[in-house]
């Protein structure tokens, strides 16, 4: 059995002029805005913590940003974080050598690669459910356009 279409949030159905009764969501998550801006948390490292901040000013100007997504910045922040950082190592010596029984030099990747992947496609998933990937921002774009479009002509 499939999942279904994804769900669209509300301001988004507003936008699109499709924000019929029978396809707004009935149990709404109360949205809690946050009043002050959110320090990063201190386990993030040096670069998490800039991506947090860059990510949570983003948020804010488009007032997606409340505490019930908060742990997702956080998770996303700390995951892209961790792909700078080991990218950054992995970058230094793209393969390790070692010896065998007999003797043989064998390379062999980093690991550090296989990691910096897989916190890079963590980081990718959380980053589209925000609208901060390059596609998702696009698609934002063109509606926007397209209403201005439309408010255009009505008005004229």
Same mark, same amino acid.
């Given at each position: 059995?499939?999942?279904?279409?994804? @769900?669209?949030? $509300?301001?988004?159905?507003? &936008? =699109?002029?499709?924000?019929?009764?029978? *396809? /707004?969501?009935?149990?709404?998550?109360?949205?809690?805005?946050?009043?002050?801006?959110?320090?990063?948390?201190?386990?993030?490292?040096?670069?998490?913590?800039?991506?947090?901040?860059?990510?949570?000013?983003?948020?804010?100007?488009?007032?997606?940003?409340?505490?019930?997504?908060?742990?997702?910045?956080?998770?996303?922040?700390?995951?892209?974080? @961790?792909?700078? $950082?080991?990218?950054?190592? &992995? =970058?230094?010596?793209?393969?390790?050598? *070692? /010896?065998?029984?007999?003797?043989?030099?064998?390379?062999?990747?980093?690991?550090?690669?296989?990691?910096?992947?897989?916190?890079?496609?963590?980081?990718?998933?959380?980053?589209?459910?925000?609208?901060?990937?390059?596609?998702?921002?696009?698609?934002?774009?063109?509606?926007?356009?397209?209403?201005?479009?439309?408010?255009?002509?009505?008005?004229?």
């Amino acid at each position: 059995m499939t999942r279904g279409r994804k @769900k669209i949030p $509300e301001k988004l159905k507003k &936008a =699109k002029g499709t924000d019929q009764p029978c *396809r /707004m969501q009935e149990n709404k998550i109360p949205l809690t805005k946050l009043n002050d801006m959110p320090k990063a948390p201190t386990f993030l490292g040096r670069n998490g913590k800039k991506i947090f901040k860059n990510v949570t000013e983003y948020l804010d100007s488009v007032e997606m940003l409340n505490i019930n997504n908060f742990p997702l910045i956080v998770a996303y922040s700390n995951e892209l974080g @961790k792909y700078y $950082e080991y990218e950054g190592e &992995a =970058k230094k010596n793209r393969l390790l050598e *070692r /010896m065998d029984g007999q003797g043989n030099i064998i390379k062999t990747p980093n690991p550090l690669n296989k990691m910096a992947n897989e916190a890079l496609n963590n980081a990718m998933r959380m980053a589209a459910e925000f609208g901060i990937t390059p596609q998702a921002q696009t698609k934002i774009l063109a509606l926007i356009s397209n209403i201005q479009e439309a408010n255009d002509e009505f008005f004229d």
